[in-house]
């Protein structure tokens, strides 16, 4: 399952973070793949700056209930691409483990990718799901996202003019199992019609009895 977020992040903070990449170091991506498999550039972690940015982001991200509801996130990590002219990333599926907080593995259930460039300032360089359902593919506005399986095949098509500039992250979940995460979701959106429709009536309290007993029982923290 896909989720689309818009405005994560507001154009103040898009560019705050675009100000920070622009003063940045970019490395060949390919110190994390092969390059017959990828040709972009990474930004180097190096100046506290680098983090405040990363921060942004993050607490953006958790700022929106949507995501917390979908993602169930126990931990996230996060870094910052470019894609120049001629520059890909051919079909592949995310690392099952990545390295976390203080360099520490952690399991990518959900992956996300942030737009920090306006869609209409580089031509090309979309990205593309392979859904069950075909291809799908995805050039959101500066300071949206989308989130998606780690375990979904996807790439980022050749970038023909311009720069495209993204953040893109991995989340591990409290709840690993996908199908579980989608039992949640529908008690939680049940739950709140139920209130929206019966606001004193005793169903909210047995919903969120078992909404806190599935947790309890899948939950890893």
Not at 80 to 107: C, E, I, S, W
Not at 159 to 176: D, F, H, K, P, T
Not at 196 to 203: G, K, N, Y
Request: proline share 5%; aromatic share 10%; net charge negative.
């Amino acid at each position: 399952m896909l989720l689309r977020l818009e405005r994560v992040l507001d154009d103040a903070q898009v560019a705050q973070v675009r100000d920070v990449l622009t003063a940045a170091q970019f490395v060949e991506g390919t110190v994390s793949g092969k390059g017959t498999l990828k040709q972009n550039l990474q930004a180097e972690r190096n100046t506290p700056e680098f983090d405040r940015a990363i921060r942004t982001v993050v607490t953006a991200l958790m700022a929106r209930t949507e995501f917390k509801t979908f993602a169930l996130p126990k931990q996230i990590t996060l870094e910052f691409n470019r894609y120049d002219p001629g520059m890909f990333y051919k079909t592949h599926m995310d690392a099952a483990l990545m390295g976390g907080v203080r360099g520490q593995p952690m399991r990518a259930d959900l992956s996300f990718t942030l737009f920090l460039s306006d869609p209409a300032s580089y031509g090309g360089g979309e990205f593309v799901l392979n859904s069950p359902y075909g291809d799908m593919r995805v050039k959101e506005p500066a300071g949206s996202a989308v989130v998606y399986p780690s375990n979904m095949l996807h790439r980022v098509e050749p970038v023909e003019n311009g720069s495209r500039l993204a953040a893109i992250g991995w989340i591990q979940s409290m709840l690993r199992d996908e199908a579980q995460r989608g039992f949640v979701r529908e008690i939680e959106a049940l739950r709140d019609q139920v209130v929206d429709a019966f606001p004193d009536s005793e169903m909210q309290e047995r919903f969120d009895r078992l909404h806190s007993n599935l947790l309890r029982y899948w939950a890893e923290v």
